[in-house]
Nanobody, 123 residues
Framework: QVQLVESGGGLVQAGGSLRLSCAAS????????MGWFRQAPGKEREIVANIDRSGGSTYYADSVKGRFTISRDNAKNMVYLQLNSLKPEDTAVYYC????????????????WGQGTQVTVSS
């Protein structure tokens, strides 16, 4: 069992930045690929970014490439998402999730989820 707790969301103006954090506890954190997803009202949950077990490989959705950065610290059981150059369309609840599956872009392959943190970007 893995417990995930996100933090760092908030209200920010367009062009601003936020850093989301996800604290993991339970089974070995370094066994899991970690993903950040987001879900806006009326829309499906979508992948934002993923990082593999070692932190050596990352994936980004086209909509966030060059603006968001995912990272992890296995010694601290933490995963981060740096959000820069935020746009109103980035407004959503952001979720941290863990998977052992090599299929990392769909939410159904993730085994554990946090409760989410709200990011709101004003224009």
């Amino acid at each position: 069992q893995v417990q995930l707790v996100e933090s760092g969301g908030g209200l920010v103006q367009a062009g601003g930045s936020l850093r989301l954090s996800c604290a993991a506890s339970g089974r070995t954190f370094s066994s899991y690929h970690m993903g950040w997803f987001r879900q806006a009202p009326g829309k499906e949950r979508e992948i934002v970014a993923n990082i593999d077990r070692s932190g050596g490989s990352t994936y980004y959705a086209d909509s966030v490439k060059g603006r968001f950065t995912i990272s992890r610290d296995n010694a601290k059981n933490m995963v981060y998402l740096q959000l820069n150059s935020l746009k109103p369309e980035d407004t959503a609840v952001y979720y941290c999730a863990a998977t052992t599956s090599p299929v990392i872009v769909v939410p159904t392959t993730y085994e554990y989820w946090g409760q989410g943190t709200q990011v709101t970007v004003s224009s």
